[in-house]
Nanobody
Framework: QLQLVDSGGGLVQPGGSLRLSCVVSGFTLDYYSIGWFRHAPGKEREWVSCISSSGGNTNYLDSVKGRFTISRDNAKNTVYLQMNSLKPEDTAIYYC????????????????????WGQGTQVTVSS
């Protein structure tokens, strides 16, 4: 069983930046994709970004394209989400999640395919 610990959230003013981290520990059987999701008050959970096991394939929610960047350092078993130009509508609890994949280039979007989830880290964007 894997454990995911996400961190890096906090309070930031609009236009500010935060970098979230997701540290994966435990047994890793095969290639795995990491996704970032967020759950804002009164809204449904939504997928934000994903990255393939190799790190070479990434995807983003349209509303965060150009502002957020996902990356991974496999030597540290860590995935990052760099968030720039933050907006109040980005306020949410952010979760990282893991899913094993067949191909190292696979980037998974569907939430139901993810197996393990972090505890969440709060991001608040407010002036």
């Amino acid at each position: 069983q894997l454990q995911l610990v996400d961190s890096g959230g906090g309070l930031v003013q609009p236009g500010g930046s935060l970098r979230l981290s997701c540290v994966v520990s435990g047994f890793t059987l095969d290639y795995y994709s990491i996704g970032w999701f967020r759950h804002a008050p009164g809204k449904e959970r939504e997928w934000v970004s994903c990255i393939s096991s190799s790190g070479g394939n990434t995807n983003y929610l349209d509303s965060v394209k150009g502002r957020f960047t996902i990356s991974r350092d496999n030597a540290k078993n860590t995935v990052y989400l760099q968030m720039n130009s933050l907006k109040p509508e980005d306020t949410a609890i952010y979760y990282c999640a893991e899913v094993h994949t067949t191909l190292q280039a696979m980037c998974v979007i569907r939430a139901r395919k993810y197996d393990y989830w972090g505890q969440g880290t709060q991001v608040t964007v407010s002036s």
